[in-house]
């Protein structure tokens, strides 16, 4: 049962637009979404989070977005680089039940210059 | 920046062998965590360690499983009977509270054959 999913294994973008990866969920209870970006030979490195009592978080270039009547999150990265290229998970958890990350399959985002 | 650190990089074992894989997490963090990824696939939880024991853990991690922290400082994920379905890469986390930002190590590559 995959209650976190990214249905897009990959991603490319021309360099300085703008790069949109989404992720659903089905489980309701989720109220807490985290983006993590994971470059080859290392481990996932957090990137940005998002509360359910928000629907917009911004950090620079990186800015995720909940909607949690659909269920959906996305992340956009704004200019995209070229040093974006990475996989990115999309995770989930229940803060208020304390319980593990969630992670999606990831989405292989390639930034060409 | 702390990190999370893990040992070895690359394990090659034996079909039956016992492995035992080592981490060393960010010394204020409380929570512990292991997860895998089979090649190709998602990031899978599979225990979660708090106050020395374990708070929970995912059906994949069965009696062949254990996790230790014998020392206050290392984190150890030890598989009694490596299967070839074990080879993955497995990460250790902490974070210094549940569900948030988690930091992950580089990760061990284990390779049963």
């Known amino acids: 049962d995959q209650q976190v999913k990214q249905n897009s294994p990959s991603l490319s973008v021309q360099e300085g637009r703008i790069s949109i990866l989404n992720c659903d969920y089905t489980?309701?209870?989720?109220?807490?979404f985290l983006w993590y970006k994971k470059y080859p030979a290392e481990g996932p490195t957090f990137l940005i989070s998002i509360s359910s009592i928000k629907d917009k978080n911004e950090d620079g270039r990186f800015t995720v977005f909940l909607n949690k009547s659909a269920k959906h999150l996305s992340l956009h990265i704004v200019p995209s680089q070229p040093g974006d290229s990475a996989v990115y998970f999309c995770a989930a958890s229940m803060v208020s039940g304390n319980t593990p990350l969630v992670f999606g399959k990831g989405t292989r985002l390639s930034v060409i210059a | 920046e702390p990190e999370v650190t893990q040992t070895p990089s690359h394990q090659v074992t034996q079909m039956g062998q016992e492995v035992i894989l080592r981490c060393v997490p960010i010394s204020n963090h409380l929570y512990f965590y292991w997860y895998r990824q089979i090649l190709g696939q998602k990031v899978e939880f599979l225990v979660s360690f708090y106050n020395n024991e374990i708070s929970e853990k995912s059906e994949i991690f069965d009696d062949q499983f254990s996790v230790e922290r014998p020392d206050g400082s290392n984190f150890t994920l030890k598989i009694r009977s490596t299967k070839l379905e074990d080879s993955a890469m497995y990460f250790c986390?902490?974070?210094?509270?549940?569900?948030?930002?988690?930091?992950f190590g580089s990760g061990t590559r284990l390779t049963v054959v």
């Open positions: 489980n309701s209870m989720f109220d807490y």
């Open positions: 986390a902490s974070s210094s509270s549940l569900a948030r930002g988690y930091t």
